[in-house]
């Protein structure tokens, strides 16, 4: 078997308003119904599909948490742009700019988090 690419990944969420509200108003996500009055956040090529807590949509993950997930978006601007944003929105950086691996090669990455607490990543390549 050959994995080609992440399609999607699903949050279980106390509050989906409130985590559009984060995804679309601030990380500039694409927030879409689809199927049953289902919601997802489209980014590039991707989505994350959102379950409200006590009403998840079947398969789902054997211990579905709202906060339980540590998520790296790879950003277009600079971070000290992402940083200008979010102080914008008032949302507190929770680590200062460093350096760490992506799935490319080295990211600078600095860390915030979402409406459940989930710890978002957000990062660039410096070389590309």
């Known amino acids: 078997?050959?994995?080609?690419r992440l399609d999607h990944l699903v949050l279980t969420v106390k509050d989906i308003q409130a985590s559009c509200?984060?995804?679309a108003g601030v990380l500039g996500m694409q927030v879409?119904?689809?199927?049953?009055?289902?919601?997802?956040?489209?980014?590039?090529q991707m989505?994350?599909?959102?379950?409200?807590?006590?009403?998840e949509f079947e398969p789902k993950a054997k211990y579905p948490t709202p906060g339980s997930a540590d998520l790296c978006f790879i950003v277009e601007q600079s971070l000290d742009?992402?940083?200008?944003?979010?102080?914008q929105h008032?949302?507190?950086v929770e680590?200062?700019?460093s350096t760490r691996t992506g799935?490319?090669?080295?990211?600078?990455s600095i860390y915030i988090r979402d409406p459940d607490n989930n710890l978002i990543e957000l990062a660039n390549y410096p070389d590309k």
């Open 103 to 108: 799935a490319c090669g080295k990211i600078n």
């Open 32 to 44: 879409n119904t689809f199927a049953d009055n289902r919601t997802a956040l489209h980014f590039g």
């Open 21 to 23: 509200a984060f995804y």
């Open 95 to 97: 680590q200062q700019p």
């Open 1 to 4: 078997m050959h994995i080609k």
């Open 90 to 92: 008032n949302i507190p």
């Open 81 to 87: 742009e992402v940083m200008a944003i979010l102080q």
């Open 47 to 55: 989505k994350i599909n959102l379950h409200q807590q006590g009403h």
